[in-house]
Structures are given as C-alpha cells and as structure tokens.
C-alpha cells in the first residue's frame, strides 16, 4: 500500500508540538487496512470474511455477508487541506498512513505529544462490533469478531504496548459467547470492551434486558473491562426530512450520549454492580451538569426519580461513570459539579473533530487557567487509573514542587 502523501491533498509534514501536557486520549480510532483479516478465520469461513473491493469509481469500500460499508463521515481526515476535505476518503492512499498503519500511529502520536491513546475500530466493526453481531450466518460472525480482536492484539496494541491501550469489541447476540470473549481478551491485556450505547436501536435487547446483557456486565466487573460507548455506534436519531444529516447528527452528539448514559444509569447495571465501569465516548461534558442536577431534582422535588432506597441516582453517575472531552470551552467550568475525577480528554484522531496536530495548543489555549493537579487529572491521571495503564515517569505540567 503506497504511503506517499499527495502534496495537492495534505498540508506539509507538521514538526513534532512542544509537550507541555502529558495527555492519555481516551477517543481515537483505527481505520482497519485491507489485510485484518487475513488467514485469521478458520479454512471453512475464510473465502467469506470481510475484504476491500473497488468500485467502478475507483472507491475502496468493506464488503461483508452481502453489504458494503464505507469509512463514512469525516472518519479520515487527519492531515488534510481543508479545501480538500469531502465527507468519505475514497481510498487508503486518500488517508494518513497513521489512520491504518500502526507505527505510523505512534509517530503522529508524538508529533501532538499523545503518550497513550485508546482506539476504537471504524466503520467496518459499527464501532463496537455489532457488523459481525448481525451476520447473517452466527458462526461466521463469532469468528470474524474474534479475528478483529486477534488483529488488534497480535498486529496493532503488541507493536507497540506501552503506547496501545487495547480495547475489543464482543459477539452482542449471544451474551455467552460475548462474555467469554471479553475474558479471553482480559487475559491478554485489553482493558476495554466497545459496546452499543442503545442496542435496542440496531435490534439487539433493549439494555434494560437483564437476562441478555447481565453475562457481560459481570464478566466485564470480573475482569475490570471498562465499558466504552462511543457516540453513533447504534446509529443516530431520526432525521427530520429534507435535514443535512450529517450536520444535525454532528451537531446532537452530546444529546446522543445524554440519552445513552440516561439509559444505562436508570437501566440499574452500575446500582446493581458498584465496580462497574462505564465511558462516555466523543459526547463532551456540556450535558453532564444539566444531568446532574435534573437528577437531584427528580429525587428531591418531583419525586419521579424516588425508585432506588440505597443510593441516589446521582450517585450512581458520579461512581459508575465517565466523560470525555475534546476542549469544551464553554462548560469545562462545570467541572465540578461533575467530578473533576470523572473526566478525561480525547483528540479523536484522525476524525474530523480531531485536534491533531493542535492538540497541546488547544489545551492551552482553553484549559489553561485551570490549575494544575486538576489539568494533570483530566489529561491523564483519570484515564490511567481507569484503563489501568501507566503513566510516565514525569507528568506534565509538574505540580508546584516541581514533582
């Protein structure tokens, strides 16, 4: 796969940022290359696994069980001249070799001053497995589910382990299988699971469903796997006609993760569950307040939110979940009322909402009156302590001992 950049198509090489910020994202993605899943089903499945295919316009698109599915959206756009930026990348070539090639990864990683960094799959996956969940033939999506981990695993985190923190997708129709996938994958190291943030969406039991979804909420408490819901990853919300979708879908990321977290907190799995732990992925933090505070309101106003004798509602928000954040300018003094503890940042490599190669600039530039143990937290410590992954030996900005 050529990896020349076209100068007409990207900006020049940028040299590597200053690092004032030691920075663990919490929200980045891969784009898969063509050869995941080679050789990695078995013989009898193999000629029907997922591969690239080009179209008569020259498109490279995934094509599986029947379907093509294309990197849509502003997915991999790092790198490129605005002017040039259309919603779908035709081809790899159209692309940043860091979005498919590890390596290539790591080096954009240090051009922004990334140490660590989570990756969700792309287009080809749903974002949290639910492509190969639906396969028309079970067997075959067990396998290619399972292919996909062992890709990410074997090619992708072990390249590079001090850099990958490695998060897997599960089988979501049997929770059995689900289950002993995301223990197979503990036993190697990953640290997350990406699941449907409204599975009753993309026609999988409504998480409200304790007899589905109970085998893997215990094997991920079991296995300290952080739960990951990234935003779109059950589709988005009914389009108004005549409405540019992607725009308004864009613009209601956060309502999207407000209604998922408002599902999975009354849903009961972090009440029922207290190490269970849930990430809100690429929805901010502008709802989480409003959330709050509707919630202690329900408890002591109204009353509607009066159904739990143990614990607040609110509570079990604070505890059992996570946000993350790519700069919210305008509501990241409502920190506290989150929980400073509660937050994490991302930079959404290589989406277009991403901050590479900016991303210590615009820290600066809209965190930088906030003081530092608390900067430290958000751009690192929090995220290290959930995903279990550790930080470097000296942490930036150094505390006021110099420490």
Wanted: with cysteine; net charge negative; charged share 25%.
């Amino acid at each position: 796969m050529s990896t020349a950049l076209d100068p007409e198509l990207f900006l020049p090489e940028p040299e590597p940022r200053p690092v004032k910020y030691t920075v663990i994202s919490v929200d980045d993605h891969v784009v898969e290359p063509p050869h995941v899943f080679e050789g990695r089903l078995p013989r009898s499945l193999q000629d029907r696994a997922p591969r690239i295919v080009e179209t008569s316009q020259g498109h490279q698109l995934w094509e599986f069980d029947g379907e093509k599915y294309t990197q849509m959206g502003m997915n991999a756009v790092a790198g490129r001249r605005p002017e040039t930026m259309k919603v779908e990348p035709s081809r790899f070539e159209h692309m940043r070799p860091g979005c498919y090639d590890v390596d290539a990864r790591v080096a954009d990683m240090d051009i922004q001053g990334v140490h660590a960094s989570v990756h969700f799959p792309s287009q080809i996956t749903g974002f949290c497995g639910r492509v190969f969940s639906g396969a028309s033939d079970p067997e075959l999506g067990k396998a290619t589910t399972r292919a996909w981990n062992d890709w990410f695993h074997e090619e992708w985190y072990s390249a590079h382990p001090d850099r990958i923190i490695p998060l897997g997708i599960t089988y979501l129709t049997d929770p059995q299988e689900g289950a002993a996938e995301i223990r197979r994958n503990a036993a190697r190291g990953f640290r997350s699971v990406t699941l449907p943030e409204r599975p009753h969406n993309i026609d999988l039991p409504s998480i409200f469903d304790q007899d589905h979804w109970d085998p893997i909420m215990r094997a991920c408490v079991e296995t300290e796997t952080v739960i990951s819901l990234h935003v779109g990853s059950s589709g988005m919300q009914d389009f108004a006609p005549g409405c540019p979708p992607m725009q308004v879908g864009a613009t209601l990321f956060g309502s999207q993760s407000l209604l998922a977290c408002t599902d999975w907190l009354w849903s009961g799995w972090g009440r029922r569950y207290p190490d269970l732990k849930i990430a809100m992925s690429e929805g901010g933090i502008g709802w989480v307040a409003m959330l709050l505070d509707r919630l202690d309101n329900l408890v002591d106003r109204s009353g509607y939110g009066d159904i739990w004798d143990d614990i607040r509602p609110a509570e079990v928000l604070t505890r059992n979940f996570w946000f993350c954040t790519i700069d919210d300018p305008s509501t990241i003094d409502t920190r506290y009322r989150i929980g400073v503890e509660n937050i994490c940042l991302e930079t959404d490599y290589p989406h277009g909402d991403g901050t590479w190669p900016e991303t210590q600039a615009v820290i600066e530039e809209v965190w930088g009156h906030i003081p530092t143990a608390e900067l430290r937290a958000m751009c690192c410590e929090n995220a290290a302590a959930l995903y279990r992954h550790p930080l470097p030996d000296v942490v930036l900005p150094l505390d006021e001992s110099g420490a």
